[in-house]
């Protein structure tokens, strides 16, 4: 691939079903460190299960998923995440009944052991600092915050596991603007401290001015690889996606 340079993802030729379905047909992409790449394509394109097949809960069916120089290929979910993977999925997956500062410690569960406690507590200021709004809320529980601020907190929370790698699917599909563009916010300091970040966005004149480049996903498999803003002209010019 062109201009690949030591990335900390790469997918290659892969495939995997939904049962006997076939979802993804030899996909082939990479992110680099401190790289923030989108996922772009028609609903039910194969966007999100290309996140799912990085983060274990799809399994490869064939071809190899190489991350931080390791075949993940096959580990569980839990074991994933200890390398260095976080994933969001679109519907957030909080735990409601549990109040925002809980969420937020269960994010770092698999870093109990081997960390000190104060560090974990860093971290949780950390997220405040990027979300000042969960501070705010810090003792609320998660299930009653708005749709907003959940899906802060959900982001929050996958940071809590120190990851190498974000997945997104659609951090900000349903918010409004203002809250829209701190997320975006975030991405861009994410990015500056060197996290790479794999996300779906069908809006893509949000995220242009952060995103590095990215990818046209149609029926399982990769059909372009491009700049943000040659993505949207051919959005703009050629009508070739559909957003909500």
Known sequence: MVGENNPILRMADVYANYGSVPVLR??????????????????GSGKTAILKAICGLLPVARGEVHFDGLSINGLSPEKIVGLGIAYVDE????????????????????????????????????????????????????????????????????????????????????????????VVEVLSELRDRGIAVLLIDQKLQRVIDVANRGYFVEKGEIILEDSLQGLLSLEEHHNRFVSP
Do not use: W
């Open 26 to 43: 030899g996909v082939s992409l990479y992110i680099k460190r401190g790289e923030v790449v989108v996922l772009v394509g028609h609903h």
């Open 91 to 182: 519907m957030k997956l909080l735990f409601p009944a549990m109040s925002v500062i809980d969420n937020l410690i269960l994010g770092a569960y698999h870093r109990h052991r081997r960390e000190r406690r104060e560090h974990i507590e860093q971290d949780i200021e950390t997220v405040y600092q990027l979300f000042p709004i969960l501070a705010e809320r810090r003792k609320q529980y998660a299930g009653t915050l708005s749709g907003g601020e959940q899906r802060m907190l959900a982001i929050g929370r996958a940071l809590m596991s120190h990851p190498k790698l974000l997945l997104l699917d659609c951090p900000t599909l349903g918010l409004a603007p203002k809250l829209a563009r701190r």
